[in-house]
């Protein structure tokens, strides 16, 4: 009888162990991030071409607005001027193409979409000045993707209930302070842009 319970005992452990180990399994896969890479072999060539020197010039602001709790950016709220920021400027080559039609496609929380290291190395930046305001100068014509990532943090004040009371009259009396809070807002902002002829002045506006 005691060799049948600690067997029993041996195989319930074993039991319990299998389970804590399919639980981690099952949440690991869950939170599984997936990278994908276009399938198309990048033309260095078409690269070095699409980013050769030109005499265009894309002048741009980046900015944004507050959301508003529904989602949508309120046309008349003031503008938040992206300061000291990296602007990343792509040729739209053919890889490009594949890689932005394969995020537009397979991009969610668990799956990114990059680029390969060569095709990454062929991108321009700069960064933007105390207004949001930057420069791409010696640019060939040619179309071209824009992307910055913007972080803001948004000040505001309400008013939070910390307690009642009974007041002279009979009546309640609620207490209130006003209490500070930071509302949290990231964006990724992109926009493709063309230049038609050389000496060109593209103005852009990416919010």
Known sequence: MKNILILY?????????AQKKNAGDRAAERNKITILYPEIKLDV????????FGTA??????FTKEKHKSGFKPLMAPKTFGTNITVTLYPVTSYFQ???KLRQSKENKRTKVYMSEDAFYYRMTTTTDDYGRFWFEKMKPGKYFLQAFMDV?????R?????TGTNESGGTTTYLVNEDYIK???ERMEKFVEIDSDGEIVDVKLK
Do not use: D, M, P, R
């Open 9 to 17: 005992f041996a195989i319930f452990n074993l039991y319990v162990f």
């Open 153 to 157: 943090n948004y000040q505001h004040s």
């Open 57 to 62: 010039t894309i002048k741009g602001v980046l």
């Open 45 to 52: 060539n078409e690269s070095k071409n699409a980013t050769a």
């Open 184 to 186: 949290e807002q990231s």
């Open 159 to 163: 008013q939070v209930v910390v307690g």
């Open 98 to 100: 594949a890689w932005y």
